[in-house]
Structures are given as C-alpha cells and as structure tokens.
C-alpha cells in the first residue's frame, strides 16, 4: 500500500538523532550558507526554511530542486564540522510510503538457539544490490511468524516516488539467505507490529503479558 507523502519542494537527508539536534542548532546559518552555495552554480532554487522530523532534516525550497541542486546541498551538508558526516545517507526526493515485508528468513541462524539479529538482517539488506538506492523511512522490525514455525517476516517500510516505481521494482524479488529462498510481499500500512515474546501472539507486548 503506498500513500501520498512530501512535496517535490522538499529535500530528505536521513541522519541519525544527534547529527539532526546538532544541526538544527545552527540551521539558519545553514540557509544561508545553502542559498549562496546553489546561487553559485546559478541555480533557480532557493532553500525556504530546514525542518527535523525523527529521523531525518527537510530542507523546503521555494521550487523543485533538480539533481545538480541535491548534489550541492549534499555537498554542503557533508561539510558540516558539527556532526558526524560519515552517517548521513543521501539526499533525495520523498513523495510516498511503501510498506513491505521479506518473508523466507529463519528466525533461529543456522546451527543456533539463538534469534537472528537485526545487525544480521541489515547486513543481509545492505549487501543486497536489488535494496540500492532504497532509503528506509524507520529501521527494519524483525519479528517470528508463528511459535511452532521457525521463521521470522522482515518489516521494511521505505520512501519511493509518487509512481511507486521503486516498490514495484521490489515487490516479488527474491534473494537467497543461506539455503533459503527470500520474497517480498507488499502489505498495508505498518503501523509498529506488537508481539509478546511469551506466547508469540499479536497486539500486545511482553511486559503485559498475563499468565
């Protein structure tokens, strides 16, 4: 299910909590600063304002910002000396939600009692050619399908155009984890999964959980 998201007049830079609260200190500065860096290529955009959401800053721009304008203000944002610019994914356009799911992953890894972990599931993500160029609207939820089936379903909720063009690209893909064959389904809209880690079942969460 995908759902109408952000203007084209808004320009996305995923960034962790600390970088957005340091950033945002000076993020007047920072417009101006945008302004004269994009006036020197003789670009038409101008930045209006810098928004924080929770995991990312929006930069407003009077018009729609072209693809030599997102490199200018990744540039820009990369040279911040106040935050850590090894973690800030780049800039991009956002119109709309997508809501996914990788079905195939087993819970326990291989040889182990132990759950997979998310570290594992976003290595697996990462290292993926078909997930390049996503950009995750929250971090991947890892959860077990059912108690007596030893398999987990990987939450994936990303930004696509408003063509939905990236979701279709993914939906259906599949890619090997070990042994096992991965699919992605498309679902509707996750508003944050509750499971409690007693029984396994849905709506709640473990510390409600009554015996």
Not at 85 to 112: H, M
Not at 151 to 163: F, G, N, P
Not at 196 to 210: D, I
């Amino acid at each position: 299910m995908t759902i109408k998201g952000p203007s084209r007049k808004q320009v996305i830079i995923p960034m962790n909590s600390d970088n957005i609260m340091r950033f945002m200190k000076k993020s007047n500065l920072y417009v101006s600063n945008l302004n004269r860096a994009l006036r020197n290529i003789k670009s038409n955009v101008l930045v209006n304002f810098i928004h924080l959401d929770l995991l990312d800053i929006t930069i407003i721009t009077y018009k729609i910002a072209s693809t030599y304008d997102l490199q200018v203000i990744k540039n820009y944002v990369k040279s911040v000396n106040c935050i850590d610019t090894t973690s800030i994914e780049v800039p991009c356009f956002l119109q709309s939600k997508s809501y996914l799911k990788i079905i195939g992953i087993l819970y326990y890894q291989e040889n182990s009692l132990n759950p997979i972990t998310l570290k594992v599931v976003e290595d697996i993500v990462k290292q993926n050619q078909i997930f390049d160029n996503i950009v995750l609207m929250s971090k991947l939820c890892v959860i077990k399908v059912f108690p007596r089936l030893d398999m987990a379903i990987v939450w994936l909720d990303i930004w696509d155009i408003q063509s939905s063009s990236k979701t279709k690209g993914l939906i259906n893909q599949y890619f090997y984890v070990m042994n096992y064959i991965t699919t992605i389904r498309e679902i509707n809209m996750n508003l944050g999964v509750l499971q409690c880690k007693n029984c396994w079942k849905w709506s709640y969460v473990t510390f409600s959980y009554k015996i």
